[in-house]
């Protein structure tokens, strides 16, 4: 559990359309690359003091479902 002060920047959005987003509810623009996304959410870390989230991954990205049988 965070404190009210623990505002975090993240990614949100699929392939091509990924957009940075925070818990301040600041939203960056729609990128095409995570890269680019990426450089809004430091950006905003930087300018706000908030904490970047490297990898939100568990609901943004397609799940491939790999069965080693
Ligand atoms: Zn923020």
Do not use: N
Not at 22 to 36: E, P
Not at 38 to 54: E, L, Q, R, S
Request: negative net charge.
């Amino acid at each position: 559990m965070g404190s009210f002060h623990d505002m975090q920047a993240y990614i949100d959005g699929s392939a091509l359309r990924y957009t940075a987003r925070c818990d301040c509810g600041w939203d960056g623009k729609t990128r095409w690359s995570r890269a680019s996304a990426m450089i809004d959410v430091g950006t905003h870390a930087v300018d706000t003091g908030h904490y970047p989230v490297p990898v939100p991954a568990t609901t943004a990205e397609p799940v491939l479902v790999l069965k080693a049988s």
